[in-house]
């Protein structure tokens, strides 16, 4: 619930800042010739919350009263280079491969009570999104936008072997396809264009391995019926 709040309140100081945006008066705008440009590049730093939509067994979860949660969201960084194709005047086809690296933290609970040792999730991916952007109209040096399309994953530090010294009994799939959709604001500054972008994103598939951990670790497998990913990135995209 608390991370839901967190999400509704990020998207409402982003719609305020679109509706001001268009509250401004006329000013001098600065040069966008980099924009009008059928193709041009750039490179984007971002942070990432990485999350799990994890759908509880139910069957097992009647016998045995296991509960799974993702209860910690850690902050993860995203590293990308932009390639924007300008089809049309109001909208991009944008292509961003790079680098995203994030945990997750898994409990379970019976009732409220933890029964086990955090399973702490690392993911390092390779990331290709394709996006289709579609632009608002500019005011002065402000051009809100809104994105969506999507991308493939490959998380290089998944499909771990099982190690029997140790309680691991998570472990998750290498590819993986999301889709994402986002808003934003361009911002022309006098040498080059700062957008800033808001952006969730949505895995496709079950990522969870089904090959059974050591016995006495089954019972937490058997527990999630479904585990989806779910990443949510702030983005500083410079071009």
Same mark, same amino acid.
């Given at each position: ?95 961003? $491969?790079? *680098?995203?690296? #994030? ?7 019976? =009732? /409220?009570?933890?029964?086990? !040792? ?13 996006l289709l952007k579609y632009k608002g ?6 051009? $809100?936008? *809104?994105?969506? #399309? ?7 530090? =998944? /499909?771990?072997?099982?190690? !029997? ?39 496709? =598939? ?34």
């Open positions: 619930m608390k991370r839901k709040k967190i999400y509704i309140a990020l998207s409402f100081i982003f719609l305020l800042i679109h509706i001001s945006s268009f509250g401004q008066k006329q000013k001098p705008k600065n040069e966008s010739w980099y924009d009008e440009k059928l193709l041009h590049f750039g490179f984007s730093l971002g942070f990432n919350t990485m999350d799990f939509n994890i759908t509880p067994s139910q069957k097992y979860l009647a016998s045995d009263s296991l509960y799974p949660e993702v209860s910690i969201l850690n902050p993860g960084i995203n590293i990308q280079i932009v390639t924007n194709l300008r089809p049309a005047k109001y909208l991009d086809i944008r292509f961003l $491969p790079g *680098v995203s690296f #994030g945990q997750r933290v898994v409990r379970y609970y019976k =009732g /409220k009570v933890l029964v086990n !040792d955090e399973q702490r999730l690392e993911s390092s991916f390779l990331e290709f999104p394709l109209e500019r005011l002065n040096n402000v051009r $809100p936008y *809104v994105i969506g #399309g999507f991308n493939y994953r490959y998380d290089l530090a =998944g /499909k771990k072997e099982y190690d !029997d010294d140790k309680p691991i009994y998570l472990r998750l799939k290498r590819p993986d396809l999301y889709y994402e959709v986002g808003t934003g604001l361009d911002f022309y500054l006098t040498y080059f264009k700062l957008s800033v972008e808001l952006k969730m994103s949505n895995g496709i =598939g079950d990522v969870l391995v089904r090959e059974p951990p050591a016995q006495q670790y089954v019972k937490y497998l058997n527990a999630i019926d479904k585990m989806k990913s779910q990443i949510w990135v702030l983005a500083f995209h410079f071009e």
